[in-house]
């Protein structure tokens, strides 16, 4: 039934009226700080209708503004460095890799120029928000629905943590383990649903709490904060990553569970205090190697020519 509601409620979204009206809306939140001209450097594939990569795209360029895909160089460096060049002053991008560009930025002392950063397709913890806007001295903005999909169901004010729910086409209701609706301000499983098919109702492994109150933008939709993975991943494992990335010194970490144990995986900046790290039952540290390194995160869809059509 999840599994159902969830491809419902992205065939709903890929529909051409819907898809159109998504644009519109993800283009008057980036228009608040997108002038005719301005230069975004996009680090999703923008080739697929179905994708958040074509919805950015085509909303940057709704605002008269120039979208700039990252590629075909997918390594950190080639994200450093188109940085750069293209004298971006905003990204579009995963939380982890926007603040992998902000650890470069301090690590090398290249100056860019973003002023604006968007994180999408993945939760982006409250710390590492803050760590994005330090690193890159930039205003923070978020966008929230169906992962990596052209479903937007949210986005961020700039003026609060968290994402106001785009409340004429979506809702989203927090519950309880025995899927009670929580009262504002609790803690609970996050349900997206759609208000054009109340059929359409998607647990989305998350959890979160509902704000109700006036936002200090002055937004009165709902506001969706504290939003955190579910049941859906190891706890244990996310929080010792989260750990883990908030050092400066680690660019990059790969923690799993295997047969064995666990392992672990970093890049990190030669010379540099590392964490204290767990008994693991592999562990690979790596230092930086501008030549090779690539994001772990997207080490196999760059590999995969229907997602990044340029790649390799």
């Given at each position: 039934m999840v599994q159902s509601a969830y491809v419902g409620l992205l065939s709903l979204g890929r529909s051409?009226?819907?898809?159109?009206?998504?644009?519109?809306?993800?283009?008057?939140?980036?228009?608040?700080?997108?002038?005719?001209?301005?230069?975004?450097?996009?680090?999703?594939p923008a080739g697929e209708t179905g994708g958040i990569g074509w919805v950015m795209t085509r909303a940057v360029e709704r605002c008269g503004a120039v979208p700039v895909l990252w590629g075909p160089d997918y390594r950190w460096k080639g994200l450093l460095q188109q940085a750069f060049y293209s004298r971006a002053i905003a990204i579009i991008a995963p939380p982890?890799?926007?603040?992998?560009?902000?650890?470069?930025?301090?690590?090398?002392?290249t100056p860019i120029y973003i002023r604006h950063a968007v994180t999408a397709g993945s939760v982006c913890p409250d710390w590492m928000i803050d760590g994005i806007a330090k690193g890159l001295d930039c205003q923070t903005w978020g966008s929230f629905g169906l992962e990596d999909s052209c479903v937007v169901a949210g986005f961020s004010c700039g003026k609060s943590q968290g994402v106001h729910i785009w409340e004429e086409e979506y809702c989203v209701e927090v519950l309880d383990p025995q899927g009670r609706v929580l009262p504002a301000g609790q803690t609970g499983e996050v349900v997206l649903y759609s208000k054009s098919d109340l059929r359409l109702r998607c647990a989305l492994g998350l959890t979160g709490r509902l704000e109700m109150e006036p936002c200090p933008c002055g937004e009165k939709t709902p506001c969706l904060t504290d939003i955190h993975p579910g049941r859906t991943v190891d706890e244990e494992l996310y929080r010792l990553e989260n750990q883990l990335q908030q050092w400066t010194s680690v660019l990059d970490c790969r923690v799993q569970r295997s047969a064995y144990g666990l392992e672990l995986e970093l890049v990190v900046f030669a010379g540099e205090k590392l964490p204290v790290l767990p008994p693991?039952?592999?562990?690979?540290?790596?230092?930086?190697?501008?030549?090779?390194?690539?994001?772990?995160?997207?080490?196999?869809?760059?590999?995969?020519?229907?997602?990044?059509?340029?790649?390799?």
């Amino acid at each position: 039934m999840v599994q159902s509601a969830y491809v419902g409620l992205l065939s709903l979204g890929r529909s051409e009226q819907m898809l159109g009206r998504i644009v519109a809306y993800v283009s008057e939140k980036l228009g608040r700080f997108l002038k005719k001209g301005d230069r975004v450097l996009i680090c999703f594939p923008a080739g697929e209708t179905g994708g958040i990569g074509w919805v950015m795209t085509r909303a940057v360029e709704r605002c008269g503004a120039v979208p700039v895909l990252w590629g075909p160089d997918y390594r950190w460096k080639g994200l450093l460095q188109q940085a750069f060049y293209s004298r971006a002053i905003a990204i579009i991008a995963p939380p982890r890799i926007i603040l992998g560009l902000a650890k470069l930025k301090r690590h090398n002392g290249t100056p860019i120029y973003i002023r604006h950063a968007v994180t999408a397709g993945s939760v982006c913890p409250d710390w590492m928000i803050d760590g994005i806007a330090k690193g890159l001295d930039c205003q923070t903005w978020g966008s929230f629905g169906l992962e990596d999909s052209c479903v937007v169901a949210g986005f961020s004010c700039g003026k609060s943590q968290g994402v106001h729910i785009w409340e004429e086409e979506y809702c989203v209701e927090v519950l309880d383990p025995q899927g009670r609706v929580l009262p504002a301000g609790q803690t609970g499983e996050v349900v997206l649903y759609s208000k054009s098919d109340l059929r359409l109702r998607c647990a989305l492994g998350l959890t979160g709490r509902l704000e109700m109150e006036p936002c200090p933008c002055g937004e009165k939709t709902p506001c969706l904060t504290d939003i955190h993975p579910g049941r859906t991943v190891d706890e244990e494992l996310y929080r010792l990553e989260n750990q883990l990335q908030q050092w400066t010194s680690v660019l990059d970490c790969r923690v799993q569970r295997s047969a064995y144990g666990l392992e672990l995986e970093l890049v990190v900046f030669a010379g540099e205090k590392l964490p204290v790290l767990p008994p693991a039952a592999r562990l690979t540290i790596k230092p930086w190697d501008p030549k090779h390194h690539e994001p772990f995160s997207y080490e196999e869809k760059v590999k995969n020519t229907d997602f990044f059509p340029n790649s390799h």
